[in-house]
């Protein structure tokens, strides 16, 4: 495989990005959905950037996450958008507009929603704390979401994929698993690593028997998870220290 060069890759990456976006564009979903967001499309400019700045090069590790959380990218089109993590810590901040339908009980205030994405602050957090720099963590890590659709029910609720029904979800995993063995083939890591078991499931599925890709899995740091909420910092460095991928 010929290399690929920095500018290319980020470049190819976004190209990907819009194709997904074309691709879920035209879907619908019955009730209780109410509301689709997609955040590539309204919150684009702050995840061009994210994707400019950190995703250009050949990678060591690929995370992939679910769908974004309500308090991260889809405020902030950034995976795992926690806020602070994202303008400080990234120094990324850009203006978001709106979904064409807003859900009154879950609206997009972008950078100004003071709110926090407990999964967010954990991932990133982690990240600061054992990596050092953003810069640093994006020289050999880059993060992605498998999916960037959030489903809202009439109450606003968040909808899961898994409660959505296999024939509504049908397109949406052929687009994303189309995607999803798009970046890999971009940045070609050495390691993709599932933040939670659905993640890793998808990773094994767009990967071609054979590949010398190695495959494994952290635990999800959503405060829904009771094994997250006892320490998932300090079980995710164990995980990594195992895998070897933890700087020296």
Request: net charge positive; proline share 9%.
């Amino acid at each position: 495989m010929a290399a690929k060069s920095s500018s290319g890759t980020a470049a190819q990456l976004l190209a990907a990005s819009r194709d997904l976006i074309s691709a879920l564009s035209g879907l619908r979903f019955g009730p209780p959905v109410a509301c689709v967001y997609n955040p590539l499309e309204y919150a684009w400019e702050p995840f061009r950037r994210y994707t400019e700045r950190f995703g250009a090069g050949k990678k060591k590790v690929v995370f992939l996450g679910m769908n974004p959380g309500p308090f991260g990218m889809t405020q902030t089109g950034v995976p795992f958008g926690e806020i602070p993590a994202v303008r400080d810590w990234m120094g990324l901040e850009s203006p978001v507009t709106r979904p064409a339908v807003e859900h009154p009980a879950r609206p997009i205030e972008g950078f100004a929603c003071a709110r926090s994405e407990v999964s967010g602050r954990r991932l990133w957090g982690w990240a600061a704390d054992h990596f050092g720099t953003a810069d640093d963590f994006f020289r050999e890590h880059f993060v992605i979401n498998y999916c960037p659709l959030v489903w809202l029910e009439d109450t606003g609720r968040n909808r899961t994929p898994d409660k959505i029904t296999a024939t509504e979800m049908e397109p949406v995993y052929a687009a994303c698993d189309v995607h999803l063995a798009r970046v890999l083939e971009i940045l070609d890591p050495a390691w993709s690593i599932g933040i939670g078991g659905f993640a890793e499931k998808r990773i094994r599925l767009v990967t071609p028997a054979g590949h010398p890709r190695k495959i494994s899995t952290i635990l999800h740091p959503s405060p829904a998870s009771p094994a997250a909420n006892r320490g998932w910092a300090e079980a995710v460095t164990k995980k990594m220290f195992t895998l070897g991928l933890m700087p020296g």
